[in-house]
């Protein structure tokens, strides 16, 4: 019922910042949890950010103090703003949405398509 769709990836030189955005139609997106994962080549899809229906946000240790998750309801989007960026964020990033506000991919229930974001040394 909730589509989601990610925008605003790109390529970026260490130290610069990037924002990216969640644009979700469908369902009540004021009542969902939102959350941003990414996934390197290789690896695990790891949780990012998150911010709850009330605005509540947490962030994984890697990226707390960089980046910063928020929401406009009234848009029903969702925001990535992400400063100091690192090589080693470098991943697709990928926005979901879930009745319950938890950090483990399988808890969400919609997803979507995501946008790379790569960055340079």
């Known amino acids: 019922q909730v589509q989601l769709v990610e925008s605003g990836g790109g390529l970026v030189q260490a130290g610069n910042s990037l924002r990216l955005s969640c644009a979700a139609s469908?369902?009540?997106?004021?009542?969902?949890?939102m959350s941003w994962f990414r996934q390197a080549p290789g690896k695990d899809r790891e949780y990012v950010a998150g911010?709850?229906?009330?605005?509540?946000?947490t962030y994984a240790d890697s990226v707390k103090g960089r980046f910063t998750i928020s929401r406009d309801n009234t848009k029903k989007v969702v925001y990535l703003e992400m400063n100091s960026l690192k090589p080693e964020d470098t991943a697709v990033y990928y926005c979901?949405?879930?009745?319950?506000?938890?950090?483990?991919?399988?808890?969400?229930?919609?997803w979507g398509q995501g946008t790379q974001v790569t960055v340079s040394s």
């Open positions: 469908g369902g009540t997106f004021d009542n969902y949890a």
């Open positions: 911010i709850s229906s009330y605005s509540f946000t």
């Open positions: 979901a949405a879930g009745r319950v506000f938890v950090k483990v991919a399988s808890q969400y229930d919609y």
